[in-house]
C-alpha cells in the first residue's frame, strides 16, 4: 500500500461505524454490520481449509418473524502497531485484525465497489 492511501484521519463510533480519510482524498465510511460481516480473521474467511464462519448482520432477517438480535456494538476498537485496529464485538468477536489496506480494498463506496449498496462514500 503506498503512503497516499494510508488513512489521514479516523472518526469511530461505536454505535454507528468507522469514517476514514484517506491520504489521497477518499473518504470511505463503514456501517458496523458490514464492518462485521466483513471480519478478515482466519475463523470468517476459512483461512487453512476451515468453513467459513461468515456472519450476516447487514443482511435481511428472513422469514415474517425474524429472531431478535441484540443491535451489534463494538465494545472497544484498539490500535495494532501502525498498519490495523482490532474491533472487540458485542457478540465476542475479538480475533479480527484490520489492517488499512484491508479497510481500503473493502471500501464499500459506490466508487470502489459500484455494485455494494451497503455503505457509502460521505
Not at 2 to 24: N, Q, V, Y
Not at 47 to 54: Q, R, S
Not at 67 to 90: Q, T
Request: with cysteine; hydrophobic share 30%.
Amino acid at each position: 500500500m503506498t503512503l497516499a492511501s494510508d488513512p489521514e484521519h479516523i472518526a469511530i463510533s461505536k454505535s454507528r461505524g468507522i469514517d476514514i480519510d484517506w491520504k489521497d482524498g477518499h473518504q470511505s465510511h463503514y456501517a458496523l454490520a458490514y464492518l462485521r460481516d466483513e471480519c478478515p480473521c482466519a475463523g470468517c474467511t476459512g483461512a487453512h481449509g476451515t468453513v467459513p464462519e461468515k456472519t450476516n448482520y447487514s443482511g435481511t432477517g428472513d422469514g415474517p418473524f425474524p429472531m431478535f438480535k441484540a443491535p451489534l456494538r463494538m465494545n472497544e476498537v484498539e490500535p495494532v502497531g501502525h498498519y490495523a485496529i482490532r474491533i472487540h464485538w458485542s457478540d465476542g468477536h475479538k480475533a479480527g485484525i484490520y489492517s488499512w489496506e484491508h479497510l481500503r480494498k473493502i471500501c464499500p463506496c459506490e466508487q470502489c465497489d459500484p455494485k455494494n449498496e451497503k455503505a457509502g462514500c460521505l
